[in-house]
């Protein structure tokens, strides 16, 4: 059994190759460009862990590990061209550099080389991995949909907040681990659970995203506070406010997204302080990850065996107590 | 055997269903919306024609056909963008009606939708299938990326402008009738044969295609004459002007371009004809032709299941003669 560290480390290595062709260049080198930033390859490393809860770590799971990564990228360069960011991670993003054309050509491509690696598996799995990676790929692009939706919407409620976060984020970290269970051999059931098991995960880091944003420690966070809230983003804390508040505290806060005042961050989360969504946050996340949790203790496998997920998620969600 | 009309209208029918889930609307409308429009569906035609050569269709094939006409929409939608084309065959461009943002997601989840399709098929030609499937793909996007570079370069060769129309149309003519042949049970020469004839017939109609845009009778060829001349587009007719043509007439031809007069049609068609150009693409499309024709010829089955193919390269190609 191997870390997740470990597995971060393992996987950096293997994947920091090359993975186009060389020509034509002004195709494939903004691909190998927006590759070779690096990042924490959260989702190949969580396939990996999922092979390996029931069996040594097989060829076959760096292969869809190779794909997941891949596009999880192409989502993010399409993702930068419809956002018009002009950075990711403080580096040029590949349409401000190449243009949008070649992004949106080097996405393309990127999507396609994901399945070719699918396709490297050995065919006993190749079927239902295709079926889970399908789904998935359509789930994410529902999720990204949804969430340019949103934006124009303004009574989204936090059910289908839940749902848009679960699709554009959640079901790739689920599906990521399920994949590598498949090519360990694992059984339906606990496929299951372990796919359970990513999902509320997910929507857990999420929540704890939308709360360090507005009431994170700047230090720690690594971003400045507020941003969400400077960008009338949704999250699940606004949507809780909008929810619970009073007359007097909903049309505050929607004079304050309206009108952008030089006080908006503190005088948002007065209002959020006053509802208690910051404890509400916290222990909505909590429930999503002892949720999380329930399903890594259904799956029938030795303890040992679970412990490096155990670990993931106490890496992925700091307790509050 | 069916004729190429026949598997048109069999096709036709099979394929105007519903492709995508019903929600999102806003996500999936728009792709409905694009595959509404119909058209002459020639690539999964190909793909069943390219089976029934070697045997009656199998269910598979309409599968990998569906596919096929999936990724070639993406295609189109993505192009569309790119082009910043308001309309295409009359209608309203999927970007222009929905945006670009959800245009680019529409795209990417018609191609994810078109790997669901190749999914569906028996999983023992799963692997050789996609590995087509995924080589054409990836070639097509290097195909539009060449087209965008050569956009901007001022000297394209001959035989760079054959290798972008090569990878940008016809390798997916090929591969639609090899995944055909695959699925009818071909030999490996036979299947080489067959992709030989799809990519060498696929470059004589774009030659034909660049003929008649300058040369063609505006009734019989249903748009304006010149389109190609006006927009400067490099063209077989253009490349070779500018190869065979002698100082002068490449003076005037670039100044043309720079200049954009009124009478820029007129003048090089002039050029053209005194440069025999016209007599020239009508050679060198019979030359495409006849190496395609060889390859059906090659191929080793019965002459009456060449029929079909044969009358499909007689309806795409006019012959002078």
């Known amino acids: 059994m191997h870390t997740f560290k470990e597995l971060v480390a393992d996987f950096g290595q293997r994947f920091g ?35 390996e809860m029931f069996d040594h770590i097989k060829p076959d799971s760096y292969e869809v590990a190779t794909a997941i990564e891949l596009f999880h990228n192409f989502t993010l360069i399409h993702d930068d061209i419809m956002d018009e960011a002009p950075l990711r991670r403080g580096m040029e993003t590949v349409h401000m550099k190449y243009g949008s054309n070649t992004a949106l050509l080097t996405g393309d491509v990127m999507m396609i080389r994901a399945y070719e690696y699918l396709n490297k598996i050995n065919p006993q799995y190749l079927s239902r991995i295709l079926a889970l ?7 994410v692009c529902e999720g990204q949909q949804l969430d340019i939706d949103f ?36 059984s339906e ?29 700047p230090e720690k966070f690594g971003k400045e506070v507020g941003g969400d809230i400077r960008q009338n983003k949704k999250t699940f804390l606004l949507l809780h406010a909008l929810e619970v508040a009073n007359d007097d505290q909903k049309k505050t806060l929607q004079h304050l997204m309206q009108e952008n005042p030089a ?41 040992v065996r679970k412990k490096p997920l155990e670990e993931l998620a106490d890496f992925l969600i700091q307790r509050e107590y």
């Open 17 to 51: 190759v090359r993975h186009f062709p060389e020509t034509p260049v002004s195709l494939y080198e903004p691909g190998e460009y927006f590759l070779s930033w690096g990042g924490k390859r959260i989702r190949p490393v969580m396939c990996l862990m999922g092979n």
């Open 133 to 139: 990676f399908n789904k998935t790929a359509r789930e």
């Open 151 to 186: 934006e124009k919407m303004t009574d989204v409620s936090l059910g289908a907040y839940i749902e848009m976060i679960s699709l554009k984020t959640s079901v790739l970290l689920a599906a990521s681990l399920e994949m590598g269970a498949i090519i360990g051999g694992a």
């Open 189 to 217: 059931g606990n496929c299951r659970h372990l796919y359970e098991f990513g999902k509320n995960l997910g929507i857990a880091f999420q929540i704890q995203d939308d709360y360090l944003d507005a009431f994170g420690d």
């Open 263 to 303: 006080d908006k961050v503190q005088k948002v989360l007065s209002i959020f302080k006053d509802c208690n969504v910051d404890a509400w946050a916290n222990s909505l996340k909590e429930k999503y990850l002892q949720t999380a949790l329930k399903h890594i203790d259904d799956i029938a496998v030795m303890a």
